[in-house]
């Protein structure tokens, strides 16, 4: 059985992009960043209890994390923080983990998210060996939607009206890409 070692956590450089492991220096833009209303409303629930006490501790934690790759997307020109990219719940049977991101208004319209999703999932598939990257999105999330289907995931259900937000029903989507569909891809599309 592979096993996934997420206790190292690379540095990913792109012609945009540069993913790095995440240091508690951050826990204050990323404060800023999860506080943006589209992240909100695409990523976490309208009642979340998130404190920055809570989002220092976090991410101050996540290079100690065995168990899950956070790396945090920055902007290569400038350094900055603009979001963050993540491999988690890694399921050894199937060589499969779930894939989130995030990314503030300043990383928006750019194309760093678009490469930051190619960084850490060529990753997955080139350096840790997984078979199956998927995803979960609302299905208003076009913008999100345009990234994952560029990169190459593919939809593969939709729960209807599986979540209320804000008063109103949203599907959710799932989405996933293979080893293979990965392979396939010409270099340049990546």
């Not at 792109?14 to 220096?25: D, H, I, N, S, W």
């Not at 020109?77 to 719940?89: A, F, R």
């Amino acid at each position: 059985m592979l096993r996934v070692n997420f206790s190292v956590k690379p540095l990913l450089s792109g012609p945009k992009t540069v993913l790095r492991p995440f240091t508690e220096a951050d826990a204050d833009s990323m404060w800023e960043i999860i506080g943006d209303p589209e992240v909100v409303r695409f990523t976490f629930p309208p009642n979340s209890d998130l404190t920055r006490e809570r989002v220092r501790s976090w991410y101050g934690s996540r290079a100690e994390q065995p168990d899950r790759l956070d790396l945090a997307v920055t902007d290569r020109d400038t350094g900055e923080l603009v979001g963050e990219v993540v491999l988690h719940e890694w399921d050894p049977d199937a060589r499969s983990c779930t894939f989130r991101t995030l990314i503030g208004p300043r990383g928006r319209d750019r194309g760093l998210g678009t490469e930051a999703t190619r960084l850490i999932v060529g990753h997955g598939f080139e350096r840790l060996g997984l078979h199956r990257v998927q995803l979960e999105l609302y299905g208003d999330n076009e913008r999100a939607r345009r990234v994952y289907e560029k990169v190459g995931f593919v939809v593969e259900g939709v729960r209807r009206e599986a979540a209320l937000r804000n008063g109103v029903w949203v599907d959710e989507v799932l989405m996933a890409i293979l080893d293979r569909e990965w392979a396939a891809l010409r270099p340049t599309d990546r």
